[in-house]
């Protein structure tokens, strides 16, 4: 066998190991988000992310029924909304961060010309994929911010008028909504971590995948039956 097919033979073989290696862990990371849109269905107050949504649907029914709690409850959405602002920042200077540092290899993949067999490679792959988390991350974030926005408005009516009778199953809804985004947006930002890992060295992008996903299990376990068991025993 010649140098240059020696040569080539390597760089085939690192070519599909580092394929191998975006697979898995665009696997690891879409396996764990879907199972656990399952697993929330089923067993949603094990679960941080539903629990939490079943949290604020309370905290609004909450202030609804004790009149002088408007403007706490307003300051308490200005934080979130505040949250929700530097999250769809973050996500916005990410996103236009990675567009300049993707643009060469999408222009060159893109263009007229190009074989397509040829224009698709791993690290391509990477960025499209951390184009769209932290495009769906901005999005997500901005329409928390929009529903936060709208909540404000109906918290801030008197208790017991009707017009806060009239608006408060909005007021549920877009507070559940609001959270539910803000948390997807804040996901979304984090699971772009181990794609920069991959473009880095694609072995360390299944690694990171591995260790995020243990580490989200962990945080995202915690619900209102540990609360509950909690209680328990604090009363024994």
């Known amino acids: 066998m010649t140098a240059q097919g020696t040569a080539a033979a390597a760089g085939l073989s690192a070519g599909g190991w580092d394929w191998f290696f975006v697979v898995a ?5 879409l396996g764990y988000e879907v199972g656990l849109s399952v697993v929330e269905r089923l067993r949603p107050q094990r679960w941080a992310r539903s629990a939490h949504a079943v949290l604020r649907q309370e905290w609004i ?3 609804s029924r004790n ?19 530097m999250t769809a920042s973050t996500a916005a200077l990410a996103l236009m961060g990675t567009v300049t540092l993707a643009a060469p290899s999408l222009h060159a993949a893109f263009e007229v010309g190009t074989p397509r067999a040829t224009a698709l490679t791993p690290r391509l792959v990477l960025e499209l994929m951390m184009l769209t988390l932290l495009l ?9 911010v929009r529903y936060y926005n709208h909540v404000s408005f109906i918290v801030g009516m008197p ?4 017009d806060r009778e009239r608006w408060q199953p909005a007021g549920r809804a877009y507070v559940r909504k609001a959270g539910l985004l803000y948390s ?3 996901r979304q930002l984090v699971l772009v971590a ?6 880095l060295y694609p072995g360390a992008g299944l690694l990171a995948a591995v260790v995020l996903v243990a580490v989200l299990l962990s945080l995202d376990r915690y619900g209102l039956d540990h609360l509950a068991a909690e209680e328990v025993r604090t009363r024994a």
Not at 25 to 29: R, S
Not at 194 to 199: E, Q, R, S, T
């Open 25 to 29: 862990t665009a696997a690891v990371l």
């Open 61 to 63: 029914d909450s202030v």
């Open 184 to 186: 997807g947006g804040l």
């Open 136 to 144: 769906a991350s901005l999005v997500s974030s901005v329409m928390a």
């Open 159 to 162: 208790v017991g008028s009707p």
């Open 67 to 85: 009149a002088g709690t408007e403007i706490l409850a307003v300051q308490t959405l200005r934080n979130s909304l505040m949250s929700a602002t």
């Open 194 to 199: 181990p794609l920069v890992g991959a473009v």
